[in-house]
């Protein structure tokens, strides 16, 4: 069974703090990576990621993908509390965009 | 920027009722999708659309769901006759039809539907 699996499912930092989030998947005929953010209402997108090894960045946000090991990790350097957000990892499979969504990652970040 | 635009915001429902939820994708876009999340748990595919057909649709999406493109601008779905365990937020999304240059999908900011 396809699954994503996301890690910690919970973290607290403070303004300023380094935080990495992970995600691995196990998935039939991957496509793509892709993190989202989720504040209040819908997920926002932030990266797509195909190949292995190509850091995307967005200010102080980045991601990479590792397509041998299966893995992808979003970082956000110097937080914010704006930063806090449910973060989800979906990977994309096949040609029909079938995502599947792995649990989310719960950032809080305090002042 | 052009958006993904969902309404109502907010549907309560008795149960056994019909519901039509509404949703208008990015207007160049023409892959539509529509997802939800039960309160406290993960985002769920429900059924992506293209060239007015379902082009894949997940074991959620059992007979008492359809949806339908009436029109050049609206994507609905429709739940027949709701059941309590309907209750959750249900997002559309819409990408465009772009295989080779790797577009994201764009999600409205969801119908929380509430069965009583």
């Known amino acids: 069974e396809d699954k994503v699996v996301q890690s910690p499912l919970s973290l607290v930092v403070h303004e300023g703090d380094t935080v990495t989030l992970n995600c691995s998947y196990e998935?039939?005929?991957?496509?793509?990576l892709l993190w989202y953010k989720q504040e209040k209402k819908a997920p926002t997108f932030l990266f797509m990621l195909t190949s292995s090894g190509i850091e995307k960045k967005s200010g102080r946000l980045s991601s990479i993908l590792d397509k041998k090991e299966l893995f992808s990790i979003l970082n956000i350097t110097a937080t914010q509390t704006g930063d806090s957000a449910v973060y989800l990892c979906a990977v994309e499979r096949d040609y029909g965009q079938n995502f599947v969504f792995g649990p989310g990652t719960r950032l809080s970040v305090l002042p | 920027e052009p958006e993904v635009t969902q309404t109502p915001s907010h549907q309560v429902t008795q149960m056994g009722q019909e519901v039509i939820l509404r949703c208008v994708p990015i207007?160049?876009?023409?892959?539509f999708y529509w997802y939800r999340q039960i309160l406290g748990q993960k985002v769920e595919f429900l059924v992506s659309f293209y060239n007015n057909e379902i082009s894949e649709k997940s074991e959620i999406f059992d007979d008492q769901f359809s949806v339908e493109r009436p029109d050049g601008s609206n994507f609905t779905l429709k739940i027949r006759s709701t059941k309590l365990e309907d209750s959750a937020m249900y997002f559309c999304?819409?990408?465009?039809?772009?295989?080779?240059?790797?577009?994201?999908?764009?999600f409205g900011d969801g119908t929380r539907l509430s069965i009583l």
């Open positions: 998935v039939t005929n991957f496509r793509s």
């Open positions: 999304a819409s990408s465009e039809d772009l295989p080779d240059s790797n577009q994201p999908q764009h």
């Open positions: 207007s160049n876009h023409l892959y």
